[in-house]
C-alpha cells in the first residue's frame, strides 16, 4: 500500500461513542484537507460511463448510530454504488436464508488476488471465496429470493433502499454502459454455474448483479447505510430494522477480511476497521457501535480504491480512536510497575484487588 499520509497524527485508543459533535467536525475537516492534498490515482476507464467522472470532486460524510451527521465537500454527488453494494446484498441474503447456509455456499476468505480474478475461482473447485469479490457476489445476487430477474431486482432495490433511508434509482447510462462491458463475469457465472454453485439461470444473474451496482448513492447514503450496520442492522435515521444483528456482524467481519480485495490486509493493519471499495469512487467505512464515513472520490489505486477515500479514513481512524486494534496502555492497572506510578498513587492501597 502506498503512503497514506498520516504518520504525522497520533494514533490512540477509544471506547464508546464518537466524541462531542465540535470535535467530530474539526477532525472531518481537517481529514478533508489532508485528503485534497492528493492526486495520485486515476479514474476508472474500463467501464466507459465512469471514465467521464470529474477527478477532483470529493465528498465526505460520517452519520453515527444516534443519527447525528457530519459532512463536507460534494457529499450530495451522486454516484454508481458498485461493489459496495455486495455488503448490502450479502446481508439481505443471510437475512433471508441464514448464516449456516449461506456460509457454506459463499465462504469468507480473501483471496489475495482482484476483485475479478477466474484464478481465484478455479484455484477453489469452482466455489466462491467470499462475497465481496465478483465470484461470490454474483453467487449471492443468484440467491437473492423471487421466481424472475425482476422479483430479484425488486428485493435488491427495496432492500439497499432501506439501508440507505430513502428510494435508490439505477443509473440507466452506468447500467448500459457496464452491461456491454461484462463478458468478464458473464464468463464468471457461466463457472459457477458449471460447477453447480449458481442458483437460476448465469445471464439473467449477471444482469441483476449489473443493475445492483448501478444504483446511484451519494457519500450520505453511504454513512447510513453503513451506520445501519454498526448500529446492529437498525438505520439510525428511519430507526426501521433492515437485518438482524447477527446479519450485521457477518456482513461486517467479511468487510474487514476481503473489502478492499487484495489490499485488505494493509488496510486492516493501518485503519483497522471494516471497510468496502467501489470502483466509481465510492468508499464505505464502518466503525462498530459508533458510526460509518461515506466518501467519493474517483482516483483509484491500482486495486480499484479511492486513494483520497483512504486517506481520509486513516486519518479519522487515527484521529477519532476509531481502530478497532488499537490498544494503549492502562497506567492505572494492577501490573504497572511502581516506576511508572506517580507519587500521589504508590502509598495508595488498591483496596479493589485486596484478597
Known sequence: MWDLDVSDIRQYAATGRLPAVSVVDGVLGRACERALQHHEGKVADYIPALADADPEVFGIAI?????????????????????ISKVFVYALVCE??????????IGVNATGLPFN????????????LNPMVNAGAIATTSRVPGNSGAERWEFIQSGLSAFAGRPLTLDDGVYRSE?????????IARLLSGYGCLKGDSDETVDVYTRQC???????????????????????????RVVGEQVARDALAVMATAGLYERSGEWLVEIGLPGKSGVAGGLLTVAPGKGAVGSYAPRLDEAGNSV?????????SRALGLNLFASAHDASSPGTPASETTSSDSGKKDTDNDE
Request: avoid cysteine; hydrophobic fraction near 40%.
Open 214 to 240: 448501478s444504483l446511484l448513492v451519494d457519500a450520505h447514503d453511504l454513512s447510513v447505510m453503513g451506520a445501519t450496520l454498526a448500529d446492529g442492522g437498525v438505520n439510525p435515521v428511519t430507526g426501521k
Open 96 to 105: 433471508a436464508l441464514g448464516h449456516e447456509e449461506v456460509l457454506t455456499a
Open 117 to 128: 480474478s477466474v484464478m481465484a475461482l478455479e484455484l477453489n473447485g469452482g466455489h466462491p
Open 308 to 316: 483520497r477515500g483512504q486517506i481520509a479514513a486513516a486519518y479519522l
Open 63 to 83: 452519520t453515527e448510530t444516534n443519527g447525528r451527521t457530519h459532512q463536507l465537500g460534494s457529499y450530495g454527488h451522486v454516484f454508481s454504488i458498485q461493489s
Open 179 to 187: 452491461a456491454l462491458t461484462n463478458q468478464r463475469n458473464q464468463g
